[in-house]
C-alpha cells in the first residue's frame, strides 16, 4: 500500500495566519491527490482534488500544490472556521490512501 | 444540491454483522461511484472500498476482503455497505462517499456504529 505522511502532526496559529501543510505519498502517485478538512464531530469536507483544482464552492484561500510524492496545502488569512483537522489522500493506487490527518490549532 | 443520507446509528453485539445504507439524492446515481470510509473513535480515516454504481463493479480494503459486501439499489439510488464478524476493532463512524472521476466530492453525514458485548 502507498503510505501518505502529513507533517506537522498538530499546528498552532492564529487567525489571519498562512499555514502550510505537506504530504510525502511513499511512490509517485502523480497529481492523484486529495485534500479534505474535517471539522470535530463532522463528515470531512473535500476542499481539493488533482492536488491543485479547487472544488466548487471552496474559497479561494485554500490552495494545493505539488506532484509525484510532495504535496502541499496553504491555508491564507486563517478564519475561525479553518481550525479542524486536515487530511491528504492519493487516488492513485488502491487502496486510496490516507495521510494520518493534521490537526490546526487556535494559538 | 447533491445530498448523501446515512441511516442511524447502530448498537450490535461481537459476532453479529451490520448493514449501513446511503441514499443519494439529486445527481444521476448511476453516473457515480460511492466511495465508503471509517473513523475508528480519535482515529484518521481508513478507505474501506468502492461500488461503481453503473455496473456494480468493487473494490475492497484487502483488511477487510471477505468481511465486507458493497451493493447499490439504483432503483432507489442507495447504496449500502455490509459487514461481518464485527469485533470492537469495527466500532467507528462510517461515511459513503460520492466518487467521480477516483476522488470524493460529496460525503454522508456518518453513521456511528458500536460493537458492544
Known amino acids: 500500500d502507498i503510505q501518505m505522511t502529513q507533517s506537522p502532526s498538530s499546528l498552532s496559529a492564529s487567525v489571519g495566519d498562512r499555514v502550510t501543510i505537506t504530504c510525502r505519498a511513499s511512490?509517485?502517485?502523480?497529481?492523484?491527490l486529495a485534500w479534505f478538512q474535517q471539522r470535530p464531530g463532522k463528515a470531512p469536507k473535500s476542499l481539493i482534488y488533482a492536488a491543485s483544482s479547487l472544488h466548487s464552492g471552496v474559497p479561494s484561500k485554500f490552495s494545493g500544490s505539488g506532484s509525484g510524492t510532495d504535496f502541499t496545502l496553504t491555508i491564507s488569512s486563517l478564519q475561525p472556521e479553518d481550525f479542524a483537522v486536515y487530511y491528504c489522500?492519493?487516488?492513485?493506487?488502491?487502496?486510496?490512501?490516507f495521510g494520518q490527518g493534521t490537526r490546526l490549532e487556535i494559538k | 444540491q447533491v445530498q448523501l443520507v446515512q441511516s442511524g446509528a447502530e448498537v450490535k453485539k461481537p459476532g453479529a454483522s451490520v448493514k449501513v445504507s446511503c441514499k443519494a439524492s439529486d445527481y444521476t446515481f448511476t453516473n457515480y461511484g460511492v466511495t465508503w470510509v471509517r473513523q475508528a473513535p480519535g482515529k484518521g480515516l481508513e478507505w474501506m472500498g468502492w461500488i461503481s454504481n453503473y455496473n456494480g463493479n468493487t473494490n475492497y480494503a484487502q483488511k477487510l476482503q471477505g468481511r465486507v459486501t458493497l451493493t447499490t439499489d439504483t432503483s432507489t439510488s442507495t447504496a449500502y455497505m455490509e459487514l461481518w464478524s464485527l469485533t470492537s476493532d469495527d466500532t467507528a463512524v462510517y461515511y459513503c462517499a460520492r466518487e467521480q472521476y477516483n476522488w470524493n466530492d460529496f460525503w454522508g453525514q456518518g453513521t456511528l456504529v458500536i460493537v458492544s458485548s
Open positions: 511512490q509517485d502517485i502523480s497529481i492523484y
Open positions: 489522500q492519493q487516488y492513485d493506487t488502491y487502496p486510496y490512501t
